[in-house]
């Protein structure tokens, strides 16, 4: 057994996380801890986890948690970066689900990020854990930045024609919706219930933290830079993620689903929709499925792609499994098989 | 007092036009139609409606309904056409809120609704009812035709823009969302609370019937052809409507915030939020409000406009007693003054 | 005019009284005041009164607030009992919309409100505002205690059967659900949409603030003790709230129907629907309406009452302003005339 | 592996089995039937199970079901009771979601369900399948009527009291609560997204067919009769169950937590909560867990019992797989170890 610890445990990717692990064939969580809940029972904050998970949270320790295998860190930005370099020298792998490790360029991190990096030369070693692109490196990584919840939509997206060249990089528009949970489970007025619900609002249009990553990740398959209007809204709905995605197409006679199709043949957690389909975001819920369709409308000459994740699963937790899976050498697809419960 | 008639009052839009004629100085509802239900209490069943509507159903009669002064069809499309001529010869004043008239060209309003118009030499004689745009046309008309809801949000989104002439025209984005009562309060399996809620999905990327009104009132205002690209999404809430607008500036050093406030400082039903706002479709729920930011983001080169509007109200009923205010010679916001509901 | 002034305006009842009371003909608010937000324009916080409400929020001043004819708490409990002896010595009236002056022992409110009370010697001035109980005694009142809004749909569903005699008062059972806005608008983890969304649950079962207040009601009514038996629950919606009541028939031959239709024939608030009706909460939302229906099924011995309300409007905001109809001398349902907005 | 044939596989409760019996490891399905989408893929109706689900839908026939080790009737009542004698008499085993074959007294079932019943002579045979009471009999069954959603939670609440002759049997109130979904995927006009949300009612006051279910179920458990006040509530969620449960007590002073949790402590799906608590149906979202608290509030004399299921699983079709596994000789638990996706 692959031996876990969770730093970061009463957060919604913490629990996802648990989860997950807790239906995993070879993985087993060794330590969740969390500084304000050390002592109590996880399935006493986490009742749903009742009979399949008997642990304490504890104070994080990093004697304890080098003693794993990998170590999940489901912290706010910059908790992981004050911990990872002991943890690395110790030989533990780890999967940041935070933002310390997903951008290059460290200036670009403390202006987006409002604060120093604590490790600035280990973001070199960090691969961004999007298997899609990076598997192979991945798979021989100590250090993965786990992609953020948006920039895998719009990732996965647009990822076939932005590698065929197909489209206008000066003029994308990702009008991208999200589920409340999406803001975690922190105590704010904005998601309470009595807010968010029977409500639909963009937020950060003047520029929002995913944007620089997703640019980052378009910018490395394109190989030159790339023009992006990026707008996340929240929609009153617990999870799910969907990218509406706009291009001008270079070439109006490529034939986008065969393209599409060809692209994601291998994926297991990508799954291209008949021609003409409107993914829906439940039909991902609680999976690490990513579900794609691309439209062609009118004249032709935009290109539309509509990707769905779940912002908690391939959004997050399911996909820093997946990334467990590849880092350990197991069956990349252990332990992530579940299907959506619907309705 | 004005004397009204409603055909097909068992929808939503009728059963709004219900609630805000009940509370409008003066406007008396004298008749309300229903084939299916003629003899049964309105507020049987609308409850809601208990105290305020002491009317039953009829089965619809044009004689009664040409005694009215003034008549609102909210019935399906292609129900209205059938019923206006006899009506507009009797000198009874028309507001239909479906899409009989809101297209001037007939081959097209044939090709995307499926059905050969009924009268088309009435066409002419409609006038598109956004008073933001047409407002002295109104006044005067005999057939208004209520715009959809759709074209309302995205038309006032982008007016001041267009009329500017400061966006390109040829790569229009317009990606809008509604909230589920925007389908209707007809029996189907889509529309069901366990397929709708916690999901959220595009729809009619192919083309919606809302394309070429849309179409239509941007090139009327721009004096040319306007390249479009609009997609509906469906939101997991009961009301409220957001466009998210995407257009190429042809000129970034405009003071696009002054722009908008000056165009609509005199509108009553069109309010320019702060720079930096996103509007929130629940502060116009149930009123006849449009809510608008505009954002100019990054590199400047892309103007983004959030428009929220109540699909059910300003994108139906209250509108069509905005309209009903001007052609009959009341105060424009007579009964219209209602403040949303919050939380 | 009355002029009013509210003690904490960021609540949701602080919210809906400044709703309430801009439509209101004959009140004016000229302070709303909260410590927190002082100088900040109220439609900055509350969007949705844009273009209604042109105040700022301005720190608690007794002078100025001793110069209102009106003053509503819509504060914490434990706030109002601070100011209300000072106000009430300068001849301002007061409604409190908290609990400070709800129960009349003081032994018991400091129980079940774990803190000293302020100023016992006012419990015996304050008068019970449920006015389909106490109106001759609100319309002389300077100090109106509030119903909390589990009372107050509790209190109207029982009434009739309670002053007739005619249920078994020792084995009472109120089964009663709640919107989640019933919380309030603190920031706090329960109450997140991630938390309370797609979740039913109940809470308080050992023993509810509103218990000891719902059996003052009845036991006043009763003139004995009363055996009840209060479980509150939360739904996934933000308003609306029903109680459902079940009661042993002291007589089976009795005519409920009839009873309640005569108890609230002349009451202006309070709805008996038509026989084999259950009232739906949203046909009352945003309204100080009371909808009853009454049951008594199978074998007869045991009477069902549904009774519905909006728990911040006839739960709160709107049956304060109800009183203040009634403590001001105006028509009682001066400004409470809106309809509910459906769907 | 076990083969499995499904008739009536469009509704919720068909694509529940679906789900379920795909990441079962030792039953494979091999015929899903549907009058209406014969031809049709499943996937393509719910795409959800691309990747999981590859069969298409078929008209029924009883000579390819009756290949099958089992069927499950997922069907409209009144439908199995057609097909049932033919597939028993070939020796195909039987699982009834519908109602069928729930009630043992055939005058009072053509009451409540108002058809004759085709085979009245098999209601003898039938087992009701409520395994915490007659597994060893579903054991040896060859046909299972499957409990309804409310019985399986009301029965679960009251079981242990019932069985300990502990509560008053002519008083009982059972207030339950049910997700949406209970409704079915039928389009008609109560259950539309806008009818259903923010919306709370009470349905069926007057007499639900699960109340004689409820009443055989606690009888048989009592040896007497008992005096059941039964009410059914609507709640804006799509999944989930609470029954609330109101019985007076004989005895004070019986320890009502270790009763429940000895009396449980041997059942794989009923969990009995820490004393105090407040079950949350979310936790139990998906899987086949019955969660259990109970109370003595106050004074004592009554105890009350939360239950919550998941209406479409335990209260279904999960309820249904673990009487196949029973049936069949199976592992009780296997396929239904599935963890609720929280939040």
Chains 1, 2, 3, 4 share one sequence.
């Not at 995913?210 to 910018?219: A, D, G, K, N, V």
């Not at 990508?270 to 991902?284: I, Q």
């Amino acid at each position: 057994m692959i031996t876990i610890g969770i730093v970061g445990g009463t957060g919604y990717t913490g629990a996802e996380l648990l989860r997950l692990l807790a239906g995993h064939p070879r993985a087993e969580v060794r330590a969740i801890t969390s500084r304000g809940n050390a002592g109590t029972r996880v399935d006493a904050m986490f009742p749903g986890l009742r009979g399949a998970v008997d642990l304490r949270f504890t104070e994080p320790d990093v004697a304890e948690l080098a003693a794993c295998d990998l170590v999940f860190f489901a912290t706010p930005n910059g908790t992981a970066m004050q911990m990872v370099p002991e943890l690395l020298d110790a030989g533990t792998r780890i999967i940041d689900l935070g933002a310390d490790f997903r951008l290059r360029d460290v200036a670009s991190w403390e202006a987006w990020y409002g604060m120093a990096h604590a490790c600035p030369e280990r973001l070199a070693d960090a691969v961004y854990g999007l298997p899609e692109i990076h598997r192979a490196s991945i798979r021989e990584a100590r250090l993965v930045a786990n992609p953020g919840c948006y920039p895998t939509a719009v990732a996965l997206g647009w990822l076939p024609l932005v590698e065929a060249g197909l489209v206008g990089l000066d003029a994308l528009v990702a009008d991208c919706k999200s589920g409340v949970s999406g803001a975690g489970r922190k105590a704010q007025v904005p998601t309470l219930f009595g807010e968010a619900n029977e409500n639909f609002r963009a937020y950060g249009a003047a520029g929002h933290r995913h944007l620089p990553e997703i640019r980052q990740t378009l910018e490395r398959v394109a190989g030159g830079p790339v023009g992006l209007t990026f707008v996340p809204h929240l929609v009153p709905m617990t999870r799910g993620m969907q990218a509406s995605l706009y291009a001008p197409l270079a070439d109006a006679t490529v034939d986008l689903q065969e393209l599409f199709e060809a692209r994601y043949a291998e994926e297991p957690f990508v799954d291209v929709l008949p021609a003409g389909s409107h993914p829906e975001t439940r039909t991902v819920r609680g999976t690490n499925m990513c579900r794609i369709a691309v439209h062609q409308p009118q004249d032709g000459r935009t290109a539309i792609v509509f990707s769905v994740i779940d912002n908690l699963t391939k959004g997050a937790a399911s996909q820093a499994v997946q990334n467990m899976n590849l880092m350990c050498g197991l069956d990349e697809t252990a332990g992530l098989s579940g299907v959506a419960v619907l309705p």
